[in-house]
């Protein structure tokens, strides 16, 4: 081949200056690629993208990638780990992976919102129906799945009012059904709260749930500034069926978030702590209250599923929801929501800011009774407590004035 001088945009891409190997750091080097480069024809053709033995392409992973899914099986008690690109993505790709036209889905009736409105979208259009049950009575769980239940949801502790749920007995009501898959909406706990995959002792063994689904978007990003989930596993047949899901809908995540969860992780149980001892505090103070009826948190003995939260956690996350005084109009209430300063107005928790936002119960509740007057659900951030309680305390000093 004739000598030929290198254009300057080839000289760009094919620069022949590598950096010494060796380099040492704290964090793991942030690894991006759309495609991954084979060495010849015979790595190409004998490439294995279902284990972590090799490369094979980017939507398959990444040295970092890969680094973040083995830090979260650990964190999670799994043993394998996909990524999605939000934490409901997580959620969808578990319901597609294992539902089929014809068969139910069991999704507990104070689920993450829309979890529950996939079901009754998608998941509906596709054939597969759901039933909501309630997540503090194993027997109504057990008089509900028949032949055709393949799946069934766990969220602890529940969304916005965040009754605890019968772990233990859900599980042993699912284990007694061989076709049912048992998975986890895990945000809340983070991994920290209870152990997923074992909080319960059954018959000499610790038993669990299949999969934990794990909104990063929260707590493990911390920064309020990345969305992304996680599905961890313990079983690998359970997790190439997933994987082969996962691969068909594409759902990949970008280097630069894989990047930024990677950064939070490592401040992760003292952030959650911190969410937890601030929220206790807070929570107390609702409870002196007059302006309240009901303080929801799953560590006071008060709050539904208490017995249940004291039976598997020590831990109790950053959320607290109060229950209004039915005196004080949903009117009223936003007024003292929109009096809060260092409170914002926001759903998605987990970040330094602490967030309320207000809910009308009776049109989110298909089972059970629902708590009357209006809901505020609060996120406790990473400020200080005390400067938390004055925010929340000249707020109601607005909504005793609109009364
Ligand atoms: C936020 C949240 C999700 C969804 O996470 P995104 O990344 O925002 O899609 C799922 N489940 C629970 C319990 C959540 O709080």
């Not at 090799?54 to 394998?80: C, D, I, K, N, V």
């Not at 993450?112 to 009754?120: E, F, Q, S, V």
């Not at 920064?223 to 359970?238: K, N, Q």
């Amino acid at each position: 081949m004739k000598q030929r001088k290198i254009a300057p945009s080839t000289h760009l891409i094919h620069h022949a200056y590598e950096p010494p190997a060796g380099f040492k750091s704290v964090v793991p080097g942030i690894h991006k690629a759309s495609t991954v480069i084979f060495d010849n024809t015979v790595a190409l053709r004998a490439r294995q993208w279902k284990d972590k033995t090799g490369y094979t392409y980017g939507l398959h992973g990444t040295p970092s990638t890969f680094t973040l899914e083995e830090r979260l099986a650990t964190l999670e008690g799994g043993l394998q780990t996909l990524l999605a690109p939000s934490g409901l993505a997580a959620l969808a790709m578990v319901d597609m992976a294992l539902l089929h036209a014809g068969d139910e889905v069991l999704i507990p009736d104070n689920a993450y919102g829309p979890n529950k409105d996939l079901a009754r979208g998608e998941l509906a259009h596709w054939g597969i129906t759901h039933q909501f049950y309630d997540p503090l009575r194993a027997d109504e769980l057990a008089s509900r799945i028949t032949p055709r239940t393949k799946l069934i949801w766990l969220e602890a502790a529940g969304s916005v009012t965040l009754e605890f749920p019968d772990l233990i007995g859900l599980l042993r009501v699912a284990r007694q059904h061989p076709q049912v898959i048992v998975a986890l909406d895990n945000t809340w706990g983070a991994g920290l709260a209870f152990d997923a995959f074992a909080f319960d002792e059954f018959g000499g063994q610790s038993q669990g749930v299949d999969i934990s689904v794990h909104a990063l978007t929260k707590y493990p990003s911390g920064g309020a500034d990345v969305l992304m989930g996680s599905i961890t596993t313990r079983d690998e047949a359970l997790h190439i069926k997933l994987k082969m899901t996962h691969m068909r809908m594409g759902l990949g995540v970008g280097g630069n978030d894989v990047e930024a969860v990677l950064r939070g992780l490592p401040t992760l149980p003292l952030r959650y702590a911190a969410h937890d001892a601030a929220t206790r505090q807070i929570a107390q103070w609702w409870q002196t209250r007059p302006e309240v009826s009901q303080v929801l948190h799953p560590a006071l003995p008060e709050s539904p599923g208490h017995a249940h939260w004291a039976q598997t956690c020590s831990a109790a996350g950053g959320l607290v929801s109060v229950v209004f005084d039915e005196r004080y109009s949903p009117a009223q209430v936003d007024a003292f929501i929109d009096a809060l300063d260092l409170f914002k107005i926001g759903y998605s928790w987990g970040g330094p800011v602490s967030l309320a936002v207000p809910y009308h119960l009776p049109s989110m509740r298909t089972v059970g009774d629902v708590p009357q007057g209006t809901l505020v659900r609060l996120a406790i951030g990473l400020e200080d407590p005390q400067d938390l309680i004055d925010d929340l305390a000249q707020a109601l000093t607005v909504l005793a004035a609109g009364a």
